[in-house]
């Protein structure tokens, strides 16, 4: 089956710092990718979704100048959390779809854990 | 917004005995979709159930669709204290996005 990685795992910064999370398609291409925050005990909220080569579409609430997404390739889409606050720790997941035809499956990586500070 | 609304919030039982869960939704969709989530881990997808497909099988798993009432339920038959998770449900909204349920925790006991 397809997989989906991202690094780091979890990661601990001060208040103030900017953190960058990756998310990669290991053995497909994903053309769209999305990134999802999940606060404790609670279900996955959609932040923004990524297609390769354009800017990604934030959804209603999600400060994009704060949650830069960038999908640079067709393997690899990045989450920079910038100037981290102690409220944005959270568990941030990414999903990777294929190309159109390829079903509608999505992707999931195992997770980021942030920790702010 | 969360569309999906999975119930129960919690379930325990005792191994060997059957799960269930359900799930409702709002919209119109073109497919839903179930994931398992083991604590602070990421999603597993589970199964895929289109808009016209009534059940589906999955080894210990049995998903229906109603969408008429939509909504939908896991059964997983014969639980093992491993299959202790949790449960989320996820449409589509007729778009690539999926939007998820609140989850149900499920506790097998051994």
């Known amino acids: 089956g397809a997989v989906v990685s991202q690094h780091p795992s979890w990661v601990i910064c001060k208040s103030g710092t900017s953190v960058k999370i990756e998310c990669r398609s290991l053995d497909f291409q994903a053309t769209t990718m999305f990134w999802y925050r999940q606060f404790p005990k609670q279900s996955l909220m959609l932040m923004a979704t990524?297609?390769?080569?354009?800017?990604?579409?934030?959804e209603q609430g999600v400060e994009k100048d704060k949650f830069l997404i960038n999908h640079a390739s067709l393997t690899l889409s990045t989450l920079t959390v910038t100037s981290a606050h102690p409220e944005d720790s959270s568990f941030y997941i990414c999903s990777a779809r294929g190309a159109s035809g390829s079903g509608d499956e999505q992707f999931f990586g195992p997770g980021t854990r942030l920790t702010v500070l | 917004s969360q569309q999906g609304e999975e119930d129960p919030q919690a379930l325990s039982i005792q191994e060997g005995e059957n799960a269930t869960m359900n799930c409702s939704y709002k919209t119109s969709i073109n497919n839903l979709q179930w994931y398992r989530q083991n604590s602070g881990r990421g999603l597993v997808h589970l199964i895929l159930i289109r808009s016209n497909e009534r059940e589906k099988h999955s080894g210990r798993l049995r998903v229906t669709l109603d969408t008429s009432k939509k909504s939908s339920s896991l059964l997983i038959t014969a639980s093992r204290a491993a299959d202790t998770a949790s449960y989320f449900c996820a449409t589509d909204g007729g778009s690539e996005k999926l939007v998820f349920g609140k989850g149900t925790k499920l506790t097998v006991n051994p």
């Open positions: 990524s297609n390769e080569g354009s800017k990604a579409t934030y």
